[in-house]
């Protein structure tokens, strides 16, 4: 306790100058964020609680039409034509379109075939994922400027907790403005940004003015900005609730707001206090800046079904690469392989194995990839694959507890050679090296 004292009084000392604006010479901004954070979380009992989950601040920022945007920035000629970025062949879907695509009924997994019908004249581009993850990269460093308690839910969307900073900042709607406003001086993209006491409120206020929006929702304005909106943007609700909503004539989440919690019962079970709660605009769930991936994958619908056993490796080692690469870079290990199978009849099956430990090399998982597909493939030897995909589930930290780390599978002579290929892949871009097998596909496909 005289411990927890002791933080409070250095809090006060600390927070001093930076609640008047006087500039910090002898401690970091982000120094006294995390202190501040700390110092909330330590000294808190229940009922403290919930008057700190009343308090807290929260901010949701989604860039506009991301990858769209980061191409329009790069190609500025494009800027004012529609744009659509996804998968050019065949089987191709629309990963987004900008705000002028989408002006012709354009959306995000629709089919290319079909985008091409309504909207002939956009500009069609391939996506550049490692262009968007540098900007990504930038656009989380902002994040990490206001607060440390930063929950990324894609590379470019994340929720904010700035209950510990708003003094520093002068109060959320500062926060959001200069949010809004540093992550367009170091990208030249747009944002929305939603601010609220709570996720479910603060999402929904970064959806309301799109694009480059701005939109607080105060603790008093809870009914008035959520009523009119319709059930379906309630998360959970989707084309199978909504119906038997609708037949109750609960069609508006002031409806549901306002209608008896035992009503809710048939069509949601006991789910029908957590959809009540959520009208009334009430969601306690906290900013979790320590949620680790639960798994990581990558599939590929092929343009024409392939059924040569030696291309369709060539496509899993590629996989395994990036994902072992996606794996390191979050300095995770995975336990558990899992490949994905879609033949051209569209049955899809999943196989699945543990390993006896842990690992991240490229090597080990598509060994492991590898011998799920030739189980399969013995018994469909003639059948062909529209997709094939991998991925891993069972991640840990690197260094948790010394788990992961202690019970690795990799040789130490795998893990330099993954380290090599990592830097080389890091300085030139995309997967300029690529292991001899896997060339097998990239040369089909250029
Ligand atoms: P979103 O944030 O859902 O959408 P967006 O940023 O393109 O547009 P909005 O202004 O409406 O928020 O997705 C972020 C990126 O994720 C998007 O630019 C492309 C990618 N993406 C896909 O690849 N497939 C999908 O189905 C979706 C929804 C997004």
Redesign the pocket.
């Known amino acids: 306790m005289v411990q927890v004292q002791a933080l409070v009084e250095d809090r006060k000392l600390l927070s001093y100058p930076c609640a008047t604006g006087f500039g910090i010479s002898w401690c970091s901004h982000t120094d006294i964020m995390k202190l501040n954070h700390a110092v909330g979380k330590s000294i808190m009992n229940a009922g403290q609680k919930t008057a700190q989950i009343a308090a807290r601040k929260i901010v949701h920022v989604?860039?506009?039409?991301?990858?769209?945007?980061v191409e329009c920035l790069d190609q500025p000629e494009l800027k004012d034509q529609p744009v659509i970025?996804?998968g050019l062949g065949p089987r191709g879907?629309v990963?987004?379109?900008n705000y002028a695509a989408r002006v012709f009924g354009i959306h995000?997994?629709m089919p290319m075939s079909r985008a091409r019908r309504l909207c002939p004249q956009a500009q069609y581009i391939r996506?550049r994922m490692s262009r968007y993850q540098e900007i990504s990269a930038r656009i989380f460093s902002v994040f990490r400027d206001f607060t440390p308690t930063v929950e990324g839910l894609?590379?470019?969307?994340a929720f904010l907790d700035v209950t510990s900073s708003l003094k520093l900042f002068g109060g959320i709607e500062e926060i959001g403005l200069q949010v809004k406003q540093e992550i367009f001086n170091r990208t030249g993209l747009t944002a929305?940004v939603g601010m609220a006491h709570n996720k479910f409120l603060a999402k929904l206020a970064s959806d309301a003015h799109?694009?480059n929006g701005l939109v607080y929702v105060r603790p008093g304005e809870v009914f008035r900005f959520l009523d009119p909106m319709p059930v379906s943007r309630l998360w959970g609700i989707g084309k199978r609730t909504a119906p038997k909503l609708t037949a109750l004539g609960i069609l508006t989440i002031g409806q549901l707001r306002r209608c008896d919690v035992s009503l809710l019962r048939p069509v949601f079970g006991n789910r029908a206090d957590h959809f009540h709660l959520l009208s009334r605009g009430e969601d306690d769930r906290e900013v979790q800046s320590w949620r680790p991936d639960k798994s990581i994958s990558h599939e590929v619908t092929f343009d024409t079904d392939l059924m040569d056993r030696g291309e369709l490796l060539a496509e899993l080692l590629r996989q395994s690469e990036k994902v072992s690469r996606r794996l390191r870079a979050r300095e995770l290990m995975a336990r558990t392989v899992v490949v994905k199978i879609r033949d051209a009849g569209f049955r899809t099956v999943t196989r699945s194995r543990s390993m006896r430990a842990y690992s991240n090399s490229t090597r080990t998982l598509y060994r492991m990839s590898r011998a799920l597909f030739e189980s399969w493939r013995d018994q469909h030897r003639t059948t062909p694959v529209r997709l094939i995909g991998m991925g891993v589930t069972g991640l840990e930290h690197e260094n948790s507890d010394g788990k992961a780390a202690g019970d690795r599978l990799d040789s130490s002579t795998e893990r330099s050679l993954d380290q090599v290929l990592d830097r080389i892949n890091q300085r030139y871009g995309d997967a300029k090296i690529f292991h001899g097998l896997a060339l097998r596909r990239n040369k089909k496909e250029r």
Do not use: I, N, Q
Request: net charge negative; charged share 20%; glycine share 4%.
């Open positions: 989604d860039m506009d039409a991301f990858y769209a945007s970025v996804g879907v990963a987004t379109a995000s997994a996506p894609s590379l470019d969307e929305s799109k694009p």
